[in-house]
């Protein structure tokens, strides 16, 4: 039986915003199984609308949304909701998607169709911000403006967690295809974990 919690800050309510009728109700059925309260609309003027009438820890979004799209929705998102966590799930995705993705401060950039294991991995990462997040009163360091160019630090960052989900955690892998040591690449795992870029495991 589908388990349907109260909302509160230890476990945040999620918005699925899909334009896909029958996927997005199987992720809401499978979200709300994972054990939070998860409500699905199918564009992002709905969704601006859920936001603004409910608090949703969590917003997993889909880029390929009829109207304005899902880029220009999370940077609204990150400006009008800083403390909502944001966990991209999409069939449409491209690189420069990707970076943009993280320097909006995404928790997760997944593609579909994805294990339902993963998804949740990447709920739990997405409570656990949001629990630090109200703990600290939001006084994290804003992420890059939507607008201002990556860093050097931002783009290697990007593509060294892309190489990693690519290759599902190989470090070897990873290191051969980015022409890097692997001593080279554990460094820079330690800086990012040192640094709070990338949780740990």
């Not at 601006?48 to 889909?62: E, Y």
């Not at 890059?144 to 931002?154: K, W």
């Not at 290697?156 to 022409?179: F, P, S």
Request: charged share 30%; with cysteine; hydrophobic share 40%.
């Amino acid at each position: 039986m589908t388990r349907t919690p109260n909302p509160s800050i230890d476990q945040p309510a999620v918005l699925l915003i899909e334009d896909e009728p029958r996927y997005r109700e199987m992720l809401q059925e499978a979200v709300a199984e994972m054990g939070f309260e998860a409500q699905g609309v199918g564009g992002a003027e709905q969704s601006l609308r859920a936001m603004s009438q409910k608090r949703f820890g969590i917003v997993v979004l889909d880029l390929n949304l009829p109207g304005m799209g899902g880029m220009d929705l999370l940077e609204i998102i990150r400006r009008d909701h800083a403390q909502t966590q944001v966990i991209i799930l999409t069939g449409f995705g491209s690189l420069e998607a990707a970076r943009k993705a993280m320097r909006c401060d995404v928790v997760d950039f997944i593609t579909k169709p994805c294990q339902l294991e993963e998804l949740e991995l990447s709920l739990n990462r997405a409570r656990d911000r949001w629990r630090r997040t109200l703990a600290a009163g939001d006084q994290r360091p804003q992420a890059t403006a939507p607008h201002a160019p990556p860093s050097l630090f931002d783009l290697e960052r990007a593509t060294i967690l892309a190489a990693l989900k690519r290759h599902r955690g190989n470090r070897r892998a990873v290191a051969t295809e980015l022409g890097i040591s692997l001593r080279t690449l554990y460094n820079r795992l330690r800086d990012y974990k040192r640094l709070k870029y990338i949780d740990p495991p």
